[in-house]
């Protein structure tokens, strides 16, 4: 799955399923290359789909799991809480950021 996928903001309900679909692929691709090249299992929360109306529990796994791989790969974050999904300027924010987290932890990992 291209990385290059989770910078777009999605403005429908299909563009948001693909969305989370390729965002859960990277985050599994990245949980996979962690063990493998660390031997180190992180945890790994279903985030896909996404329910655009009831994220609070989404967030909090998201976070979790962005927490975590940051701490073991030694690479920085921002707080991802608080993603509006119907907002477009806050989310295309949103979106940059997160992508941006996935790009420097798969860069780490030399994942594609």
Same mark, same amino acid.
């Given at each position: 799955? $291209?990385?290059a996928?989770?910078? =777009? #903001?999605p403005?429908?309900?299909?563009?948001?399923?693909e969305?989370?679909? /390729?965002?859960?692929?990277?985050?599994?691709?990245?949980?996979? #290359?962690?063990?493998?090249?660390? $031997?180190? /299992?992180l !945890?790994?929360?279903? *985030?896909? !789909?996404v329910? !655009?109306?009831?994220? @609070?529990?989404? %967030?909090?796994?998201? %976070?979790?799991?962005?927490r975590?791989?940051? $701490?073991?790969? @030694?690479?920085? @974050?921002f =707080?991802? *809480? +608080? #993603?509006?999904?119907?907002? %477009?300027?806050?989310l295309s924010?949103w979106? &940059?950021? =997160?992508?941006i987290?996935?790009r &420097? #932890? $798969? =860069?780490?990992?030399r *994942? +594609?």
């Open positions: 799955m $291209s990385l996928a989770i910078f =777009n #903001v403005r429908t309900k299909t563009e948001l399923s969305w989370a679909f /390729a965002h859960m692929a990277n985050h599994r691709d990245i949980i996979r #290359v962690t063990y493998e090249v660390l $031997s180190i /299992a !945890p790994e929360y279903a *985030l896909d !789909p329910d !655009p109306d009831e994220t @609070g529990t989404w %967030q909090r796994l998201h %976070q979790e799991m962005h975590d791989m940051n $701490s073991v790969l @030694g690479t920085g @974050g =707080n991802l *809480l +608080g #993603v509006d999904w119907h907002d %477009q300027n806050r924010a979106i &940059q950021l =997160n992508a987290e996935h &420097q #932890v $798969s =860069n780490v990992l *994942l +594609g």
